[in-house]
């Protein structure tokens, strides 16, 4: 039963990618991306991680997307044309390419995948209490380090934006 | 008799889905009739079925009351002509008033109706699904709903409804941030020392035994309460709709069963938020302030359940009723007043809130 949801929603996350990668419009690429958010959440709660399911849905589906739709009208940004794709982006690709294949085959020849756990390992993110004290105990400067990268985008933004008077 | 848990769960599902719907369809005609009740008229008298209605004196009384007008209103959306203007962008225009109704109905699931306590004294909750991170699952769920208001604007492809999404879009992302923080001090206060951190809705609600949250948060309950109305979209919070300025907003290109949908989705809407308030801050099924069902003797079995299912039930229609009074009452505001509003009050008093409350509890634990 479980198997057949994580294809389900797998298939679905792919789609969903490759539908925001080549859609010219971009109001259909960001509904893909939704959709994509919440094919990702619902492979959490697969994994029995409630907490970090709904906060996918609650921040990436419910927030950060309906700012990116906001946006996309806002510019009223034209469906693009084709763009003759440079050297440089050919190059990128290719590199990037090579290293997710290289990736997927390293992961899917090591040991430890072909082994199934004995029991289901109990994910942090399972349990609220268990989710909170290591988020402010293990991973507390981790946690740290990320709140005060917001900080400095947050103000990188205000500083580009913001109209500086010279005189 | 043993019945399949999977189709006992489908059951539950169509039977809380159907009293939901048959709440909103009544919810339109109490709004009719407290409009114009507001507005010294008399509202729909006229409606009445051949055999109930022929009654002496009840039917007679039925039929002033508007009891059966429901019935009209809703086939009128089923059979008017439904018109797609020749200019919308087909897919996304049919598919956001069902991206409208479809968080709605959702958020339900996790909603409590009321407990029912047996003979060993075990409390279970009626709820369709008792999960631990209710709170935050209806939170997440109910933001899908703007993208319903959102993709309309944009797929109708004529100026009113574009600026309706917009606005909805920027108004939605203000208020949910002051209203995610409002409810905090309540979870920092359910989820004392000791305790297994929850974010239950039925558990949040069994903490108000004693004092209801609206009475010692009362602040907490006016931010939420203001957010409410933003969120779903309500008078004097209709930015999206606005129909002095954007003709009808966000649906004016929208016609029959689809406006039907979408009028369906924003009761939805109310119907939950009046059950979630209610949870939150106004006690749940707990009929008054330090008294609750057990000690008045009602606490086993099923009258039990049904009392705590009717009392929740009646302070629901009474924040149904708050919302129509409200949106009757007050005009709406102009939109740079409702950014000011959600941004340099609501949030900031909302973080205030907290910090004062944080440092309460946190004295509170600690010293007494």
Redesign the interface.
């Known amino acids: 039963m479980t198997d057949i949801f994580f294809y389900i929603f797998a298939t679905a996350a792919l789609a969903g990618a490759l539908g925001v990668v080549f859609s010219r419009n971009t109001?259909n690429g960001a509904?893909c991306l939704?959709g994509t958010f919440l094919s990702m959440a619902s492979l959490f709660v697969l994994l029995e991680a409630?907490?970090l399911a709904?906060?996918q849905?609650?921040v990436y589906?419910?927030?950060v997307m309906?700012?990116f739709?906001?946006i996309i009208?806002?510019l009223d940004v034209k469906e693009s044309a084709a763009k003759k794709t440079s050297i440089y982006t050919w190059a990128a690709s290719l590199i990037g390419f090579g290293i997710l294949v290289t990736g997927v085959v390293a992961i899917s020849a090591s040991e430890s995948i072909k082994n199934k756990a004995p029991t289901m390992p109990e994910a942090s993110g399972t349990?609220?209490?268990a989710f909170?004290y290591e988020l402010f105990t293990t991973y507390l400067l981790p946690m740290q380090v990320t709140g005060f990268l917001l900080l400095i985008a947050m103000i990188g933004v205000i500083v580009l934006s913001k109209k500086v008077n010279t005189e | 008799m043993d019945v399949n848990p999977v189709i006992l769960k489908f059951v539950y599902a169509a039977i809380v889905v159907s009293v939901i719907m048959g709440l909103c369809s009544y919810a339109v005609l109490a709004e009719r009739k407290i409009s114009s009740w507001i507005q010294g008229r008399v509202g729909p008298n006229r409606t009445s079925l051949p055999l109930i209605g022929g009654i002496p004196i009840i039917g007679r009384f039925l039929t002033r009351l508007g009891i059966f007008q429901p019935i009209p209103d809703g086939l009128k959306f089923l059979f008017k002509e439904d018109v797609v203007p020749a200019h919308v962008n087909k897919f996304?225009f049919i598919m956001a008033p069902v991206i409208a109704l479809v968080p709605a109905l959702t958020t339900v699931v996790v909603v409590p109706f009321g407990r029912f306590v047996t003979e060993a004294g075990e409390v279970i909750p009626l709820v369709l699904a008792n999960?631990?991170?209710g709170l935050?699952?209806l939170?997440?769920?109910s933001?899908?709903g703007?993208?319903g208001v959102?993709?309309a604007?944009?797929s109708s492809n004529s100026k009113y409804p574009?600026l309706g999404?917009?606005r909805a879009?920027?108004q939605?992302?203000s208020y949910?941030l002051a209203m995610g923080v409002s409810v905090l001090p309540i979870l920092i206060w359910v989820?004392a020392p000791g305790r297994?951190?929850?974010?239950n809705l039925f558990d949040i609600a069994q903490a108000q035994n004693g004092f209801w949250f609206a009475m010692w948060m009362p602040v907490s309950a006016i931010i939420f309460l203001v957010c409410l109305f933003a969120e779903t979209n309500r008078l004097p919070f209709d930015m999206a709709e606005s129909e002095t300025e954007l003709v009808s907003g966000f649906h004016t290109e929208y016609s029959s069963f689809k406006f039907g949908l979408f009028f369906v989705g924003e009761y939805a809407h109310m119907v939950v938020g009046s059950c979630v308030f209610t949870l939150l801050f106004l006690g749940g099924w707990n009929p008054m302030p330090f008294v609750t069902l057990e000690a008045l003797g009602f606490g086993e079995g099923i009258l039990g359940a049904v009392l705590s299912v009717g009392i929740f039930l009646g302070k629901m229609c009474g924040m149904m009723f708050f919302f129509m009074w409200i949106r009757w009452t007050l005009p709406r505001f102009r939109y740079d007043q409702v950014m000011k509003l959600g941004w340099k009050i609501l949030l900031p008093l909302s973080i205030a809130n907290l910090v004062v409350y944080t440092i309460f509890i946190f004295y509170l634990d600690t010293k007494l």
């Not at chain 2, 297994?196 to 974010?199: D, F, P, V």
């Open positions: 109001v509904m939704i409630y907490f709904v906060i849905v609650l589906a419910g927030a309906v700012l739709l906001f009208m806002l349990s609220l209490k909170g | 996304y999960v631990n991170v935050l699952f939170f997440a769920i933001s899908l703007v993208y959102v993709l604007g944009w574009f999404g917009i879009s920027a939605m992302i949910e989820n297994e951190g929850t974010l």
